[in-house]
């Protein structure tokens, strides 16, 4: 049974850094790309990073280019995400989830973790 | 970058009835986009992907049409656990986006 569990959300202050993890279990990490995706509350779902299954290819949303980090290692089953510079906005669930090609490049996101809450308050 | 708006933002239905979600892509995406379904304090599950496909274990109530830049989520007879909200996500390209959301809520 595929497994995503984030951890290492909390309250941080503006300015602050946090690191979440997410550790997977379940499939062969090394072959799937991963992703963190966010939400604020009562708000939509917002994309954040995508990594792929070497980590040789990484994307982010503007929001949080040049604050935030993906990364992962494979040897360990883990995704990370190393945030620095937070602000009030960057306030969220964030999920990992798992990327799944269905053919050459039409993919998807098939399994999500249960999320971890980041508060970002003085 | 690539918009997705979602139409209702807000959608009142009873059990039976038959449900329509539009997602207009701002460019042509293909056939790259996704439905989910999130409930309250849940992680969003994935319904449909590839516009049309069916994900494993998902009730065929639930359907997927279009291409392009109009898409459309249907619900054929509401069911009591699907009062939930809807997203659509493309995968044309980067960055990937969301479309805002539809809460579908008991009439």
């Known amino acids: 049974e595929v497994q995503l569990v984030e951890s290492g959300g909390g309250l941080v202050k503006p300015g602050g850094s946090l690191r979440l993890s997410c550790a997977a279990s379940g499939f062969t990490f090394n072959s799937n790309s991963m992703n963190w995706v966010r939400q604020a509350p009562g708000k939509g779902l917002e994309w954040v990073s995508s990594i792929s299954s070497s980590g040789s290819y990484i994307y982010y949303a503007d929001s949080v280019k040049g604050r935030f980090t993906i990364s992962r290692d494979n040897a360990k089953n883990s995704l990370y995400l190393q945030m620095n510079s937070l602000r009030a906005e960057d306030t969220a669930v964030y999920y990992c989830?798992?990327?799944?090609?269905?053919?050459?490049?039409?993919?998807?996101?098939?399994?999500w973790g249960q999320g971890t809450l980041v508060t970002v308050s003085s | 970058d690539i918009q997705l708006t979602q139409s209702p933002s807000f959608l009142s239905a009873s059990v039976g009835d038959r449900v329509t979600i539009t997602c207009r892509a701002s460019q042509g995406i293909s056939s790259y986009l996704a439905w989910y379904q999130q409930k309250p304090g849940k992680a969003p599950k994935l319904l449909i992907y590839a516009a049309s496909t069916l994900q494993s274990g998902v009730p065929s109530r639930f359907s997927g049409s279009g291409s392009g830049t109009e898409f459309t989520l249907t619900i054929s007879s509401l069911q009591p656990e699907d009062f939930a909200t809807y997203y659509c996500?493309?995968?044309?390209?980067?960055?990937?986006?969301f479309g805002g959301g539809t809460k579908v809520e008991i009439k």
């Open positions: 996500q493309q995968f044309n390209s980067f960055p990937l986006t």
């Open positions: 989830a798992r990327t799944y090609y269905y053919d050459s490049s039409g993919r998807n996101f098939d399994y």
